[in-house]
């Protein structure tokens, strides 16, 4: 992606340096970086606003996703980072933006000044062309009355270009992660401001600004016709020089993403309206919703996650929220925990509703793709949440439940490390149940060398350090009621990973983390520093979910 870009700024930029057409254009403008540096912005722009909405058509991307099945991970994985590359990609727009903005600016200076005669004499006649129909002129600014400001503000290419930046800048700006996890609804409706990006994207090249010199007939002598202004007209060699604006192309860049994210947005409208029905809610003493649903034909596997709409909230907000349950289960399941205006809105709404009702309308999109899909083509895998991140591996632990249940032959896992780290204890409640249950049956089958869990508590006050002091001693832990005791503080990850490779000397290990930025960047260090460039030792493969 960035190879591309810089092939297609220095191109245009040295392009636009070539053929006697430009010669005029590029001597009103002058011979430094202003003129080059509108058309090279410009292209880059329009390979990037190519790209820019293909990362969020997220069916077409779990369409993609599923036909790299039979092909290497690292494809797959490099799908997973769609809003890293969303990104990257916007960063870059808006830096090809202030550079075609500063440029334009410094041009239209240019041209005001050339106009009034501040520079050479030719630099003078080609701003005063006659030009009756007011179509075949090179300097945009046709009076004396007109400045600067006036032409920015009274013309397509301008009204257009301040448009689009106002859009960019406010959606930039809203991206920022504190805005987004603070106030996401700032951050929902500021980004549509996309459409209006778009349309003026497409609406700003009609300005025709930019201006090259026709073909004439017979051909126009440029060396003999700029040193002889007086001659323009009068001698056969030297006719009139005549001006035309380029075809407008950013319409042809952006046409085809726009259609396929339309197409996206009806497929979400047509999700939108297939009905959904409860069949469970119940919310969890750590201010955690569990909502069990039910919707014909739909179809998940381990890992995946859904948008959520409720319409009694927002009729445009859609949330993520990764599924709990197990894709052998006639219902899917989500665990939404209380953070942010519309999560605290919607647990509010359930609690208000008498027993036994129905809880609200509620939009399903999905499912979607995501790295934990491919946890069952690891012989070992290390599963690491952090907080309500331990969500999409119940949803692998509780497919493993019944793999192992109806003896499932195609079940390639052998070993699997959970570590869940939680800041206060009303958090391992929901999911303790769960873990009691896999650790009977591992341990009825005699497998109880296949899961190996640990929990870490990284918060807690006085008093429950002392109830834990005083039930040391105790069978099973005093916090979550399993075998397995909690830890308290972060894990040593050095240790765990050498344990890992200690037991697993000659397999590849997938790691996958649900949880922190700070996180991820300890983990995939760790995965780089413990695998071993012998191919008989053990592997690492960091995959980390994405929203």
């Known amino acids: 992606w960035m190879a591309i870009n810089i092939f ?19 001597h009103l403008l002058g011979y430094t970086v202003n003129a080059q540096l509108i058309i090279a912005p410009a292209a880059v722009l329009n390979f990037n606003c190519l790209l820019i909405l293909l990362p969020v058509c997220r069916n077409l991307l779990s369409l993609v996703r599923g036909s790299f099945v039979c092909c290497g991970r690292t494809m797959r994985k490099q ?61 945009p600014i046709r009076s004396t009355t007109t400045t600067p400001n006036l032409l920015v503000f009274t013309t397509i290419a301008g009204i257009t270009g301040v448009i689009i930046t106002l859009a960019l800048i406010l959606m930039i700006t809203s991206s920022m992660e504190v805005i987004r996890r603070s106030y996401f609804e700032v951050f929902w409706f500021t980004h549509h401001l996309f459409i209006v990006f778009f349309a003026g994207l497409v609406i700003h090249g009609a300005g025709r600004i930019v201006r090259s010199q026709t073909n004439a007939n017979p051909p126009y002598n440029i060396t003999f016709c700029k040193d002889h202004i007086e001659d323009w007209g009068r001698k056969k060699m030297c006719p009139v020089p005549q001006f035309a604006g380029g075809f407008p192309q950013t319409w042809m860049w952006v046409i085809g993403p726009m259609v396929l994210y339309v197409c996206e947005r009806l497929l979400r409208f047509i999700r939108y309206i297939q009905a959904v029905k409860y069949r469970k809610v119940m919310i969890r003493p750590s201010k955690v919703l569990e909502l069990q649903l039910v919707k014909n034909g739909f179809k998940m596997d381990v890992g995946q996650y859904v948008f959520l709409n409720c319409p009694a909230i927002s009729q445009l907000e859609w949330h993520p929220f990764t599924m709990t349950s ?13 953070v942010g205006d519309w999560t605290q809105k919607l647990i509010s709404i359930v609690e208000q509703l008498p027993e036994g009702a129905q809880g609200p309308k509620m939009g399903v999109d999905g499912p979607f793709g995501t790295a934990s899909e491919d946890v069952f083509d690891y012989e070992v895998a290390m599963l690491v949440g952090a907080g309500i991140g331990v969500t999409p591996f119940a949803s692998i632990l509780k497919s493993i439940w019944y793999k192992f249940k109806d003896s499932n032959p195609e079940l390639r896992t052998r070993k699997i490390y959970f570590y869940w780290l939680c800041r206060e204890t009303h958090a391992f409640e ?14 009825e089958r005699g497998m109880g060398d296949f899961l190996t869990y640990k929990l870490y508590l990284t918060g807690w006050d006085p008093s429950h350090a002392t109830h834990v002091m005083v039930h040391a001693d105790a069978d099973t832990d005093v916090v979550t009621g399993l075998k397995q005791k909690t830890n308290y503080g972060r894990p040593n990850w050095d240790k765990e990973f050498e344990q890992v490779c200690q037991e697993n000397p000659t397999s590849v290990v997938g790691t996958f983390l649900c949880g922190p930025v700070v996180l991820a960047t300890v983990l995939s260090k760790k995965c780089v520093k413990y695998t071993d460039v012998d191919p008989r030792k053990t592997k690492f493969y960091f995959n980390k979910e994405n929203f």
């Open 326 to 338: 197990a894709p052998e289960e006639d219902f899917f399941s989500v665990h939404i925990r209380s």
């Open 8 to 26: 297609i700024f220095v191109w245009f930029y040295f392009l636009y340096d070539l053929g006697d057409r430009f010669f005029y254009t590029r």
């Open 79 to 139: 799908l997973d980072k769609n809003i890293s590359f969303h990104k990257l990609v916007a960063y870059m727009i808006g830096l090809m933006t202030a550079v075609h903005i500063i440029a334009h600016l410094l041009n239209v200076e240019r041209y005001y000044n050339s106009w009034h005669g501040e520079y050479d004499a030719l630099s003078m006649a080609l701003s005063r062309l006659n030009d009756s129909g007011n179509t075949t002129y090179l300097n």
């Open 430 to 443: 929901w999911f303790a149940d769960l873990l009691q249950v896999l650790e009977r049956e591992m341990e």
